[in-house]
């Protein structure tokens, strides 16, 4: 059963979403009390599924026409490999580990 995007960012939230008094270094070396891990919240098949589906329906909604599909990060990477299996569409990585 496909979850809504509502459902879908609910379930998210409760898996992956933390908070705490002390900041969390970020990898970027930023501090925010807020961290996602979607690594966690994306690691069952079934959620990195119906991310995969949001964003195809997302897409098609935004674009009369999507060649390519591009992730970056850890979680962004495999999300990506997500979208252009179901798709048939071509990806590309993209690594930026820069701090601006």
């Given at each position: 059963m496909e979850q809504?995007l509502e459902?879908?960012a609910g ?9 705490q008094?002390?900041p ?7 501090l ?9 919240g994306?690691?069952?098949?079934s ?7 949001l964003?195809?329906?997302r897409a098609?909604?935004l ?6 599909v ?8 495999g999300l990506?490999?997500?979208v252009?299996?179901?798709?048939g ?6 690594n ?5």
């Open positions: 809504g459902e879908f379930a998210l939230t409760a898996s992956a979403v933390s908070c008094e002390e969390y270094e970020l990898r970027a070396g930023d925010s009390h807020w961290y996602v891990d979607c690594r966690k994306l690691s069952g098949g959620q990195m599924a119906q991310a995969a589906d964003i195809v329906n098609d909604q674009c009369d026409r999507w060649d390519m591009a992730g970056s990060g850890v979680a962004g990477r990506a490999v997500a252009a299996i179901k798709t569409k071509p990806m590309i990585l993209a930026d580990n820069k701090r601006d």
